[in-house]
C-alpha cells in the first residue's frame, strides 16, 4: 500500500535475530532469579515491540516501570501460594477460589488496561482507559454467566460488548475511541462459522461414510466366506479410522478458529473512530492467517520453542502491514492539540493497585 495524505500505513520494523537476544535473555535471567526478572523481560519486550512500531513517521513508546510490574507481579505470586496451600490444606476449598476469582475479574481487567494503555505514548502523548467498575462487572460476569446457560447463543453478543467496554473506555490524551459496529456484525460473523462447522462436518461424514461401509462389506464377506481377515490389516485400519477423524475434526475447528478470529479484528478495527474523525481500516486475510499461524506452531514445536521469537516477529509484521490510519484531518494539529489539553489537565496520580500483572511477553 502507498501512503497518501490521508493514508498511513502502520509498519514493524524489527527484526527476528534482534528479539531474539533480547528474548534468550530474558528467560535465562528469568530461571535464574526464580522469576523475579519477569517484570524487567516484561519492560523489554513491550519497549522493543512498541519502539519498532510505526505509523505517520513516528514509533509508539512503552513507559512502564519495572519496579510497579513488580509489585503486581508478588501480589500475584502471593495469592497463588495461598491458594495453593489452602487448597492442599482444605481440598474443594479451590471452587471458593474460583468464585473469588470471577469476583475479582472485572476489577482485574480494568487495572490492567488502565495501567497498559496510560504508559502507552504516541509522540509524548498518552493513551488512557476510564475506570469503569460497573460497566466491566455486567460484561463479564453478568453477559459472561449467560453464555453457558443460553449454550452459547449469547457468545457472539458477548464478543460485541466486551470488544465495545474495551474500545469506548479508551483514549488517546482527552480524545476518545468508539466503535461503530453492532451485535449484528459480530453474529453474522459466527453464524458463518457454524455454517462453515456444519458444511464441512457434513462433507467429513460424506467422504468417511463409504470407507466405513467398505470396511463393514470386508468383515461381513469374511464372516460368509469363514476367512478371517489379516488382523494386522483390520488392526491398523480400525486404529487408523478414529485418528483420521479425529485429525479432520481438529482441522476444521482450527480452520473456523482462526476465521473468526480474522474476520473479528477486520471487523473491529475498521468500525474504530478516534475524536476528529480519524479512523482505521484492517485488511487482514485468511488464508495468510492460517498459514501464519499453523506454520509458526511447526516451527516453533520442531525448534523446540527456539523459534518463539521469529514467529512472533512474522505475526506482528503482518498485522501492521494490513493496517492504516485514515485521519479524518490534520494529524499533526490534532496530535498539538491534544497534548495541549492533557497538559492543562494534569497527569493523573496512580495508586498501589494500578499495577501491571503479565509474564514475559
Known amino acids: 500500500m502507498i501512503e497518501d495524505n490521508n493514508h498511513q500505513n502502520f509498519s514493524f520494523n524489527g527484526t527476528a535475530g534482534a528479539f531474539f537476544g533480547i528474548w534468550i535473555v530474558n528467560i535465562l535471567l528469568t530461571i535464574l532469579t526464580l522469576g523475579i526478572y519477569t517484570p524487567w523481560a516484561k519492560v523489554r519486550t513491550n519497549r522493543y515491540f512498541y519502539g519498532h512500531t510505526n505509523v505517520a513517521g513516528s514509533n509508539f513508546d512503552y513507559l512502564a516501570s519495572p519496579i510497579t510490574i513488580l509489585k503486581g507481579y508478588l501480589i500475584a505470586v502471593a495469592i497463588f501460594i495461598v491458594y495453593t496451600v489452602v487448597s492442599a490444606l482444605a481440598p474443594g476449598s479451590e471452587i471458593i477460589f474460583f468464585i473469588l476469582l470471577m469476583i475479582a475479574l472485572p476489577f482485574i481487567i480494568v487495572r490492567a488496561m488502565a495501567f497498559r494503555l496510560r504508559n502507552t505514548a504516541y509522540r509524548n502523548l498518552r493513551f488512557r482507559f476510564d475506570r469503569q467498575y460497573g460497566q466491566a462487572a455486567w460484561v463479564y460476569l453478568g453477559i459472561g454467566i449467560l453464555i453457558p446457560l443460553t449454550l452459547g447463543l449469547i457468545l457472539p453478543y458477548f464478543a460485541y460488548r466486551t470488544n465495545k467496554f474495551l474500545i469506548t473506555n479508551a483514549g488517546y490524551g482527552q480524545s476518545r475511541f468508539s466503535l461503530q459496529c453492532g451485535a449484528g456484525d459480530f453474529y453474522k460473523i459466527y453464524l458463518i462459522a457454524l455454517g462453515i462447522l456444519i458444511g464441512a462436518g457434513i462433507i467429513v461424514a460424506v467422504v468417511m461414510m463409504p470407507v466405513m461401509m467398505e470396511m463393514k462389506t470386508v468383515m461381513e464377506q469374511a464372516a460368509q466366506s469363514g476367512v478371517e481377515p489379516d488382523p494386522a490389516t483390520m488392526g491398523a485400519a480400525m486404529a487408523g ?12 475447528y482450527f480452520g473456523v478458529f482462526i476465521y473468526i478470529r ?8 475498521n468500525n474504530i473512530t478516534l475524536d476528529g474523525g480519524h479512523r482505521f481500516e484492517s485488511s487482514l486475510k485468511l488464508g495468510r492467517m492460517a498459514w501464519i499461524i499453523f506454520s509458526n506452531m511447526v516451527v516453533i514445536l520442531l525448534s523446540l520453542g527456539l523459534m518463539i521469537p521469529w ?20 494529524l499533526d494539529t490534532f496530535i498539538r492539540e491534544k497534548a495541549e489539553e492533557e497538559s492543562a489537565l494534569g497527569e493523573e496520580m496512580g495508586d498501589v493497585f494500578d499495577m501491571d500483572i503479565g509474564g514475559i511477553g
Not at 479410522?241 to 476444521?252: A, G, K, S, T
Request: aromatic content about 10%; proline content about 5%.
Open 262 to 269: 480474522t474476520a473479528v479484528a477486520n471487523l473491529v478495527w
Open 311 to 330: 514467529a512472533r516477529v512474522r505475526m506482528v509484521r503482518y498485522r501492521m502491514n494490513t493496517l492504516v490510519l485514515i485521519p479524518g484531518g490534520d
Open 241 to 252: 479410522l478414529p485418528v483420521l477423524i479425529y485429525f479432520l475434526v481438529l482441522l476444521l
